[in-house]
């Protein structure tokens, strides 16, 4: 099956600089990469999302880029802010596979 | 307004006691699953479910059962069976369709042991 692995497990910045979240997977046939953003206590939430067709996604501050060859994807936020502090999940799944395999998890912590 | 409620927000579980998990959808998804998230270890499945009257284990669905009687609702039953019941509860749902699409989270029942 897939196994996706997510580094670093802790990420700590200060306000304005970049942090960049690495994964990799290891099933060639996954073709789906979303990224959530959980803040403590709440829901997991969709913040970007990047297919097997297209090797970089961006919105606003956060991008995406996907390396097919190497089975990587990184997560980037430019310009941190404290409300960016949360943890983070990337994930994996197949075209038909309703089933993702989760990241375990960075904790970005941003500092004023 | 679409999403998913999860339902109560804490939960106290008595030794022997089997306690249930409320999730419901107006999404008009297919697909529902129910995780368990311990601290520094991510989002592990427990089951999941692509149709009504279906439902398969995932990667932890010891101690645990669920039903899937409605397309709106996945209840999660924790059984006593369940040793380490003490854990954060996530429930999602996604749709399914020719590409695959993210899933949507409810907000969390929090199950400690009294």
């Known amino acids: 099956g897939e196994n996706v692995e997510q580094h670093p497990s802790t990420l700590s910045v200060q306000e304005g600089d970049s942090a960049v979240i690495k994964c990799t997977y290891s099933?060639?046939?996954?073709?789906?990469f979303p990224w959530y953003k959980q803040e403590l206590g709440k829901r997991p939430q969709l913040i970007i999302d990047i297919r097997s067709n297209v090797g970089e996604k961006k919105d606003q501050r956060i991008a995406v880029t996907l390396n097919k060859t190497a089975k990587h994807f990184s997560l980037h936020i430019t310009e941190t802010q404290p409300e960016d502090s949360a943890v983070y999940f990337c994930a994996a799944s197949q075209r038909g596979s309703y089933i993702p395999t989760f990241g375990r998890g960075t904790s970005l912590i941003v500092h004023p | 307004d679409g999403g998913i409620t999860q339902s109560p927000k804490y939960l106290f579980r008595k030794e022997g006691q089997n306690v249930t998990l409320s999730c419901e959808q107006n999404?008009?998804?297919?697909?529902m699953y129910w995780y368990r998230q311990d601290p520094g270890q991510g989002l592990r499945l427990i089951y999941y479910s692509q149709i009504v009257n279906d439902f398969q284990k995932g990667d932890i669905a010891e101690g645990y059962s669920v039903s899937r009687e409605k397309k709106e609702s996945f209840p999660l039953t924790v059984t006593s069976a369940q040793k380490n019941p003490t854990a954060f509860y996530l429930c999602a749902s996604t749709t399914r369709g020719d590409s695959n699409q993210p899933q949507h989270f409810g907000d969390g029942t929090r199950l400690s042991i009294l």
């Open positions: 099933d060639s046939a996954s073709n789906y």
């Open positions: 999404l008009n998804h297919d697909a």
